[in-house]
């Protein structure tokens, strides 16, 4: 009997006082106002369940007062049209005093045909069985001495004496800081066909791809025609030993960022392409890169940069234009540091964005099935006594 009179007690608090079946009306109205309702809170809902399951990422600047990180990786992936692998040098200096001569570690130069397709490096083959070139150009690599110490044209050095290649010729023509010609009676050039390589290649374009590691100080780095070497402090190109010919820097960059890649990361130049059309253009970038640091939900933080970037061409010898024609970028970075955190949404902010949707839309669909069963229940009267107008 208590019991009975507990639960009666607690039946007061009902907030939903039921109707009988009896006493509900059901209408037409009321049935449509219910299916949209219905999905529009299916909707909603997805839509909150999308946010939810999305991370937030939660930008922070501030003064960059790190000092753990003394290099920084510049990625390239750029493509000169017109422009052959053995005539381009990739040099890179910096505000520290460091430079870096024709790079060749971590970056890699592909050759490409007029067309596009990749050039295999393969030793050329001669048809005819037996030919006397092939017997001779074996006759001369039975004849050479592995120990042997050719001259270096009066371009020794005392840690350079012997040059046995072409290429050794020209690192000690470079140091002296004299102009290369292959064509100048040098027996290791010749041997090994130096300037027909050159006219092979002459129409062919070149991707180069890979990195440049670089000290993380402002600086510069540049892709350009002829063999780079350094005389008394100043940067030069030998552009004779390429004949003198006008360059076309027609080229794509299809990739290039300073650092590892974070979720969410924009490279402004990614997919730039420009045409020389006058050849001899010298193109400049000019980037700002912003130290960035993107940490996960995991706690996993990756060090990277983020850059803007302007650019500027002009064509050398036209107006009094001096330079020197390729793919130039100066970078500086900034002071201020950015910061990337991901978080995961609260579920419980899930749930009460839920709640909020089913009871707001329930809410909004009682009042407006009410306001059209009134009207409608009015409209109605008013035929019944014949005052509809």
Known sequence: MQTKAILERLRQFDAYPKTLEDFRIKTFGGAAITIVSGLLMFVLFLSEL???LTKDVQPELFVDISRGQIKMKINLNVTFHKMPCAYLSIDAMDISGENQIDVAHNLFKQRLNERGGMVEDMPEKHEELGDKSEELAEGVKKE???????????AETDDGKCCNTCEEVRDQYRKKGWAFKANENIIQCEREGWVDKLQKQKNE???????????????NFHMAPGKS???SHVHIHDLQALGGEKFNTSHTIYHMSFGEEYPGIVNPLDGLEQIDDNKQTMFQYFIKVVPTTYTDDGGKTVFSNQFSATKHSKVIGAM???GLPGLFVTYELSPMMVKYTEKRRSFMHFLTGVCAIIGGVFTVAGLLDSVVYHSHRALQKKMDLGKAT
């Open 205 to 219: 374009g070149c991707n180069v791809f890979g990195y440049i590691e670089v000290n993380k100080v402002g600086g």
């Open 229 to 231: 070497f350094q005389q």
């Open 320 to 322: 009094g234009e001096s």
């Open 50 to 52: 999308n946010y939810y």
């Open 144 to 154: 050479l001495d592995p120990n042997r110490c050719e001259s270096c044209y009066g």
